[in-house]
């Protein structure tokens, strides 16, 4: 989409952002290369995690180190090779994976013009729960479900959903005209790829038309709601934060 000068529907609130790609801007970011990588939210803004795209030339790489930060990753488009906890993989489209914090992981061997997301943070430990397990999967393996008894809106659960993971990763698609049930308001923190289609998000008492490629950041109690709009299915990749105590 091509906007006039000085315009952009790039929205950043307190409490809620929409990052529009025409905004992008390249970051600097140790260990990645061959690739632009572009910082779309973090800490800086308020969140409490990070939401990374990378698209790689033909030969890039990342490379990230075992430290106390956990990733989720997606690759949106392309390809590319995976090593985590001693497997190596190729991953596709739709093409998923967790690495615990103090797992080193490297993705290399891209096609050009891979995009890789990822949403990263500093793992929160709880007393008598083990640490999680590395993850490698594809989405096409996953069932849509449909949402509290909604067939036309479907959610995937990339990552198990059991107390050693404090984050989750899911799809959700909506048939055109499906929405969420209700507006939610909760204490999960989101960040969102819009992957196909398009619709509107309700954000507090802002309404944003959005479409593929879109990213949105929801901060905890940001009152949130989505209608699907057009001729085609819309879905979304999210994260959010769960299974912690409320103290």
Known sequence: MTLPYGQTRTRVAAR??????????????????????VTLINPTMGARFAQVLITFAAGGRAEY??????????????????????????????????APAGTAWTFTAPKAGTRLTLFQKAYASAPGIAAPAAVIGD????KGEP??????????VLLPD?????????????????????????????????LAGQGVYRLEDSWYPVAAGDVIWMASYCPQWFVAMGKQPA???????????AL
């Not at 879905?235 to 105590?245: C, G, H, I, P, T």
């Open 65 to 98: 180190p075992a430290d106390g930060t956990e990733t989720a990753g997606y690759v949106e488009t392309g390809g590319g090779t995976l090593t985590l906890g001693g497997k190596k993989e190729k991953l596709g489209p739709g093409g998923y994976f967790f």
């Open 162 to 194: 059991v107390p050693e993971f404090d984050l989750a990763m899911n799809i959700f698609t909506y048939q055109p005209g499906a929405t969420l049930p209700f507006v939610e308001t909760h204490v999960m923190e989101h960040g969102l790829l819009m």
């Open 235 to 245: 879905s979304y990749l999210y994260y959010k934060d769960v299974n912690r105590a």
């Open 16 to 37: 809620h952002a929409l990052i529009a790609p025409d905004g992008h801007v390249k970051s600097m970011i140790p260990g990645i290369a061959g690739a632009t990588p």
């Open 147 to 156: 949402f509290l008894g909604d067939p036309d809106a479907r959610l995937q």
């Open 139 to 142: 989405a096409r393996d996953v």
